[in-house]
Structures are given as C-alpha cells and as structure tokens.
C-alpha cells in the first residue's frame, strides 16, 4: 500500500498516514529503530504537506516518542511529546482524551529520564484534570496518582 501511496499521491498526507501505519506495525513486530526511522520520515513529510498544528501530526509524534523510548533515549523522545501535547492542546483542548494521553505519555517520558520537578509539575496538573474528566478507577488516572506518591519528597 505505502509503495503504491508514494507512486500515485507521492508527497502528500495520505502517504505519510501510510508510513504511520506501516511504522505502528514495526512496533507491533518490536523493530523500534525501523519504525523509528518510518515515524520521522512520515513527520517530515506531513510538515510539509499539511497545515500548521494538523492534528494527525501529534499520532507521528507520539510512534516516533514511543519508538525513541523503546531504543532507550528518552532523551530522543521528550521533545516529540512536548510538541505532541502542544498540538493535541491545540486542536483538541485540554480535556480531550487524546490530550491527556499525550500528556499521560510524556510524563512518563520525564520519570525515565530521572526530570522528578518537571514531572511533579506537570503531574499534578495532569491528574487534576484526569479526575475532572475520567473516572477515578480509569488506568490513567490511578497510574498518575500512583507515579506522583512514588515521587521523592521535594527538598
């Protein structure tokens, strides 16, 4: 389909959700370093060919995040999902889910990097609003909550 997507639309946005796909299945198989190199190719391609804050960027975002912190360089991956939440916030609000996903994701992205103050920061407004808006019992929610009371005291 991605071969055929590239002859026929070449550059354009329905290629790169190809290559988004194709990328999402070599996570699946655990080829993060493939999948990886397939997520940034296909976010090149949809800054070129889509809009300014288009929303399908943040999903690229997000795989190519996930597949940094699978080759273990959070470090790689943070400034992905800075940019995922800053376009998810922008086109969906805070309180969409796919928001709170994102931020859910890059929090977990600072505690792998060992980032404890910015994660508090960023954590306690995340579960404020995660309460808002999902139920308490909501895996999101209890893992936030959990991942704050496993932070040390601040100093």
Do not use: W
Not at 41 to 48: C, G, K, T, V
Not at 93 to 119: N, P
């Amino acid at each position: 389909v991605l071969e055929a997507r590239r002859r026929v639309r070449g550059e354009h946005e329905e290629t790169a959700n190809s290559m988004i796909s194709l990328a999402t299945c070599l996570m699946r198989t655990r080829r993060a370093e493939q999948a990886a190199a397939m997520f940034a190719e296909a976010i090149a391609m949809l800054r070129r060919t889509t809009p300014a804050g288009y929303s399908g960027l943040a999903h690229a975002l997000l795989g190519e995040a996930r597949a940094q912190q699978a080759l273990g360089d959070p470090a790689k991956a943070e400034p992905l999902l800075r940019e995922a939440v800053a376009v998810r916030r922008e086109a969906l609000g805070d309180a969409h889910f796919d928001t709170l996903y994102a931020e859910f994701s890059l929090l977990r992205c600072l505690l792998q990097r060992g980032s404890v103050d910015d994660a508090r920061t960023l954590g306690t407004a995340l579960l404020e609003r995660l309460r808002q808006h999902l139920p308490a019992d909501h895996p999101m929610t209890a893992s936030t909550g959990q991942m704050l009371a496993d932070l040390p005291e601040p100093r």
